[in-house]
């Protein structure tokens, strides 16, 4: 069973900077990435590593979002930049292992107007 656990988000005035951090049990994988989701919204991506160091960023966080990874610290980062109310949702990490997806609890991202 794979454990992840998030960290890191936080209440941040609009333009204010976060990293997220999702800290695994055991080794990542290239099947990972970040999904958010807003009161009233359905879980959305965010952004994901594919294979190897190629990455997908969602439209609405294109040139402010950053996914990185620490292979050595079983680890998966979000960095935020810019942020906007609209970016105000729980954060989950996810990753896939032998097919299956695991899921972090979230953290919370609030972004003052």
């Known amino acids: 069973q794979v454990q992840l656990v998030e960290s890191g988000g936080g209440l941040v005035q609009a333009g204010g900077s976060l990293r997220l951090s999702c800290a695994a049990s055991a080794s990542i994988f290239n099947a990972m990435g970040w999904y958010r989701q807003a009161p009233g919204n359905q879980r959305e991506l965010v952004a994901v590593f594919t294979s190897g160091e190629t990455t997908s960023i969602a439209d609405s966080v294109k040139g402010r979002f950053t996914i990185s990874r620490d292979n050595a610290k079983n680890t998966l980062y979000l960095q935020m930049n810019s942020l906007k109310p609209e970016d105000t949702a729980v954060y989950y990490c996810?990753?896939?292992?032998?097919?299956?997806?695991?899921w972090g609890q979230g953290t919370q991202v609030t972004v003052s107007a």
């Open positions: 996810k990753i896939v292992v032998y097919g299956k997806s695991y």
